[in-house]
């Protein structure tokens, strides 16, 4: 009561007997005013609303610190045997969280059960935290801004710098855990949609408490004095805008009008939050944290891009590029990038092309290898791009255009073995249509096929494309920790496969000549290898005929080396299983015709019982099929493609954890890639 003994003066202040209710007790120039303001302070103090900042601070700093021990425990693994306790316990909770929810449902959320865990947990921490205390609404508006509008101001405080952290493609967030921003971008907007949420329950008590104290008139005083009310509802506006115009509705239809409106109204958020903020509590603190990490994203993002030398030329114009037209509404681009350029399988990249636009820029998974960096060859970045609208229509457009810098390409199969034009079904007995060589068996010759090696003259435009990337997942050396590996594509989700398909077969190539690591460890522990892909039309096979036919090729020539089980696993030979499901259905000419296809452009034997191909008609039974493809030991399956493709097949490896808790597998662990972006 000291302290505010100098506004006590009882000749020449007439404010300070007033009372409590009257409305001229607006300050510390009354005494009703300050008993009441001190009164409610022993309520609920103004100290306790740092705590809420902290509080989320603490929440994702220890969630993110958590994936970062699993991110290092995955970087130190050398894929060893586990106690069986620790692998069933492993098999147990995959059981739970590989798990998705089926139907329209599951598909609109596609999130596994494990996704949908945290984010429930989340989301009770952000939404019970504010209304845990209670008191709401302070005594007289006067005395301050309602408690439930501060401790939200706090948590939205709390949660900004995370939320802008997870914007940029190059983050710290996605250095400590190894999670690819593509996949940390949910969670982004996530937090986004809780702050909007925090901020519409911040500005309801705003809204009442005065209208409460002195009616519609008190509130519309408030707006025409220039008090924090005006900068709040423009605040709020301005995020609701940005949020609308991020939706995945237009997202996916106006992708270039969403970049644009979504870095204008992250300005103008920043802007109007300044303006709202200045001089509460600890949130410039928070504020200026989010622009110093927005400013390190974007420095990180220009020294990463720029890191590979370019020449001036290359730098104005971008890398040469070759557009091929395959079926389906499918176009193959080939970069030629320079050697120092490296990635890794299952990464992606931004392309932009000159020719069409110098400010779109679209993210596609690299399909190619990196060439080694000591080698004279080209260093071709290749990726698979189907037409819809947009960009990508545009691309496959310009890929049309007959110009004076299209090639001709004439194509150059691989000449067979031993030739055959018999074949029989493999599978007998099931429902579908199956055709893969019969081994071992007597040629069937009562259907002669034509020769179809003899391929027509492929069209390729020239232009030029710039790249910014690699980007991706961090992903362990899975052919020295993974005895099986099964990669499943839907569509063009074949194109996350794809890679790891021809980068497992070579290393297999490798480890048949009895090479080891620097350390000695074995260059490639995968002894079998599938491939499951569905598509519609059989001709969509000419999507990744170069990349089947490189794999089967491999895996023949490492079955043919004297030394293949020099890394110790004796007995055991390479194998890959190429399984494509066509779900309209070709008349079996035809599908006989496309693996012998396969079989003469690689040059293998179609009675090789290594690689094989088969054919099959429907959609593939996922619970059904993965047992026979499984391996006893270590197993990892990558999928890519559509939503309803990826909740059969996570309920499908959910289900044979049980696999692992009778000890018939010692791991089988699930990866899923992003299916558009």
Known sequence: MDGFSQYANLSGNPLWDLSENDPRCINVSCLAYILGYLDDQDRY??????????WTTYFYCATVALFAIVYVNRRLRDGGAGSRFKEQAKAYWRMWIYRRITGKLGEQMDMSLGQLTIFIIATIFILVLPFAQGYFLRAYFRFGSPPLSVRCAMLISGLLPICIALAGKVNIVSCLTGISYAKLNVWH????????????IHLVPHVIAPIR????????????????ERSGIILEVSFTLMLATSFPYFRNRFYEAFKFLHVFFAVA??????????GEYLTPDFLWASVAILIGNFIARAVYRNRTTTSFNEFVQGYPTSLEILPGKMTRIVVQCPNKLRWRPGQHCYISIPGISKLQSHPFTIVSLSTPYLSAGPNDLVILMRAYSGFTKAVADLAKTPALNITNQPPKPSMPNTPSHSYSSSFPGTP??????????????????????????????????????????????LERQYHGITLVGGGSGITAGLPWLVYIASRMRTAAHG????????????????????????DWIRWADRELTEALRDVMIANTQPQRNADGEKGRAFKLQISLFVTKSPTKAEMKTAVIDLYLRAGVDIYNPHARVEIRTGRPNYAGLLPNMLDRKRNMILTCGPVSQKIDLANSVAQLQSMVIQDQAMEISLHSETFGW
């Not at 907007?189 to 519409?200: D, G, S």
Request: negative net charge.
């Open 213 to 228: 104290e002195g009616g519609d008139i008190e509130f519309k005083d408030l707006l025409q004095e220039g008090r924090r």
């Open 515 to 538: 090479l080891k690591g620097l350390h000695g460890e074995k260059l490639c522990k995968t002894r079998t290898l599938h491939l499951i892909w569905s598509i519609r039309d059989l």
């Open 45 to 54: 103090s103004n100290d306790n609303y740092p705590l809420y900042a902290y």
């Open 432 to 477: 579908n249509q199956s055709y893969s060589p019969s081994f071992p068996g007597t040629p069937d010759t009562s259907l002669t096929i034509a020769p179809s090696f003899n391929l027509p003259v492929e069209l390729t435009m020239a232009t030029r494309a710039w790249i910014d990337g690699p980007y991706g997942d961090f992903h362990p050396a």
């Open 269 to 278: 958020f920043f802007a109007f939050l300044t303006w709202h903020v200045t």
């Open 189 to 200: 907007r996530y937090i986004a949609l809780m702050i909007y949420i925090l901020t519409i």
